[in-house]
Nanobody, 123 residues
Framework: QVQLVESGGGLVQAGGSLRLSCAASKRTFTNIVMGWFRQAPGKEREFVSAVRWTDGSTAYADSVKGRFTISRDNAKNTVALQMNSLTHEDTGVYYC????????????????WGQGTLVTVSS
């Protein structure tokens, strides 16, 4: 079973930046796609971004396009999410996720979840 460990959450002022990282214990056919979801208080978990290990193809939710950048390091089995121009609406718990589907993912597409890391953007 693949395990995912996130790091990099914290408190930041609006307009600031944060970088999240997710380390995968291994890469198999079950986690060819890595991504990020987030969940704000009282809201459903929503897709943020995804990247495919093989060719680096990326996908983003409309709400983060142009502000967030996802990248992968195949040698280290890590995926990073660079978040710029953060707003209060970006506050939430960010979950690393992996699975086999690529694109705008649904929670049901995810096979493995990380434990989550809290991002708080103060306005």
């Amino acid at each position: 079973q693949v395990q995912l460990v996130e790091s990099g959450g914290g408190l930041v002022q609006a307009g600031g930046s944060l970088r999240l990282s997710c380390a995968a214990s291994k890469r198999t056919f079950t986690n060819i796609v890595m991504g990020w979801f987030r969940q704000a208080p009282g809201k459903e978990r929503e897709f943020v971004s995804a990247v495919r290990w093989t060719d680096g193809s990326t996908a983003y939710a409309d709400s983060v396009k142009g502000r967030f950048t996802i990248s992968r390091d195949n040698a280290k089995n890590t995926v990073a999410l660079q978040m710029n121009s953060l707003t209060h609406e970006d506050t939430g718990v960010y979950y690393c996720a992996s699975g086999r589907s690529f694109g705008i993912l649904r929670a049901g597409d995810v096979e493995v979840w990380g434990q989550g890391t809290l991002v708080t953007v103060s306005s």
